[in-house]
């Protein structure tokens, strides 16, 4: 198992940016997918993008391509998404996840149910 925690989240202009960081730790970070998860009021979370244990495989959902940009670093045990041209509808509860052992097909990768490691979320509000 690996810990996650997600500072980094706050208020922004719409058309604004922001970064978030996730930092893992207890398990070899290197060895894990990685993944970025949204969840609005009143609707279910939501993929938003993932990235592979090496950082060779990214898949990003439609909503946020072109516009966000999911990274590791694995020397630093660290995930970091970020968030450019923010739109009002990005407004969300951010978690990170992940899981070991995952490989880089963008199928598993995008799929919530395929991981078990889940940070505490963090706010994400983007004024009009």
């Known amino acids: 198992q690996v810990q996650l925690v997600e500072p980094g989240g706050g208020l922004v202009q719409a058309g604004g940016s922001l970064r978030l960081s996730c930092a893992a730790s207890?398990?070899?970070?290197?060895?894990?997918?990685m993944g970025w998860f949204r969840q609005a009021p009143g609707k279910e979370r939501e993929f938003v993008a993932a990235?592979?244990?090496?950082?060779?495989?990214?898949v990003y959902a439609d909503s946020v391509k072109g516009r966000f940009t999911i990274s590791r670093d694995n020397a630093k045990n660290t995930v970091s998404l970020q968030m450019n041209s923010l739109k009002t509808e990005d407004t969300a509860v951010y978690y990170c996840?992940?899981?070991?052992?995952?490989?880089?097909?963008?199928?598993?990768?995008?799929?919530?149910?395929?991981?078990?490691?889940w940070g505490q979320g963090t706010q994400v509000t983007v004024a009009s």
């Open positions: 996840a992940g899981e070991v052992n995952v490989g880089s097909p963008v199928h598993l990768l995008r799929d919530m149910a395929v991981y078990g490691d």
């Open positions: 990235i592979s244990w090496n950082g060779g495989s990214t």
């Open positions: 207890g398990r070899t970070f290197s060895n894990y997918a």
